[in-house]
């Protein structure tokens, strides 16, 4: 019996081995930090070249790839809500191309809705933080998250025969890879930096809960407000606000959520 079995048996050796996962998590969080800048940099897509470059990823993720969309003679992924949404992008220092965007979608007029309510609304009408309960002003939605195969890693990624999300390692430093999987945090992280700027207080999100639960790990805890249901794959609506996302971040976290919220006011001045 191995030894971390043994430790898994026990209620010490849970507690154990639970503090040591949280302790690797921190330690990788921290490395994480100290890295992200040097590789990975947030970028409010404040241009219409900026949004094409947003607009171009989705459409090679959510049409080309996974399919979950079709495809558009444009090579762009655009709908109704984008007319009201901030969007963000990560861009990759060494070779400046973007690896990845999301949305922050925010209504201001009372026929703008968000993608939970138009789509998903009969997921989540028995919770009471449902978006119709707060100021239409006060709420976001964090969707359309995407970023492009060649900036994601699975440990499949390093032996032939592996499919999408393939890394070339002699193109990417081992030191860089070590950031990738964190792309999507830093996509989070970002939207949530955008959503604190613009004042709004609740966030909803639709989410595998697979997904909720890494979040989990790392101090973003959704609460989930309904049922799993079909929708591009078995996905829930979650929420959050903002006094729950700044109190449970975890420390090494806080470092990188502060630095990507600096640059974000940054830019948000300049323009």
Do not use: W
């Amino acid at each position: 019996m191995s030894v971390i079995k043994k430790l898994g048996q026990s209620r010490i050796g849970g507690k154990l081995f639970g503090g040591m996962v949280a302790n690797r998590v921190n330690k990788e969080a921290t490395t994480i930090s100290e890295h992200f800048d040097k590789f990975l940099a947030p970028v409010i897509a404040k241009t219409e070249l900026h949004r094409q470059h947003v607009f171009q990823i989705r459409h090679q993720v959510y049409c080309e790839e996974l399919k979950f969309e079709p495809p558009r003679p444009d090579g762009l992924e655009i709908d109704d809500c984008d007319l009201y949404s901030s969007h963000c992008l990560i861009r990759h220092i060494p070779t400046d191309r973007y690896a990845g965007c999301v949305r922050v979608v925010c209504p201001t007029q009372p026929e703008e809705k968000l993608p939970i309510q138009k789509y998903c609304s009969h997921a989540y009408q028995d919770s009471s933080l449902r978006p119709e309960s707060f100021p239409s002003n006060r709420i976001c939605e964090i969707s359309r998250l995407a970023v492009l195969a060649e900036f994601r890693r699975r440990k499949s990624d390093k032996y032939g025969g592996a499919g999408t999300g393939v890394i070339n390692e002699i193109t990417y430093s081992e030191e860089e890879l070590r950031c990738f999987p964190f792309i999507s945090i830093g996509l989070y992280l970002a939207a949530a930096g955008l959503a604190l700027e613009k004042g709004i207080e609740h966030a909803f999100v639709m989410m595998e809960p697979r997904l909720a639960r890494s979040m989990a790990l790392i101090g973003i805890q959704f609460e989930q407000i309904g049922p799993a249901i079909e929708y591009h794959g078995q996905r829930a609506p979650y929420y959050i606000n903002q006094e729950i996302f700044l109190k449970s971040l975890k420390p090494g976290f806080k470092a990188l959520e502060s630095g990507i919220q600096r640059s974000i006011l940054s830019q948000l001045k300049e323009s």
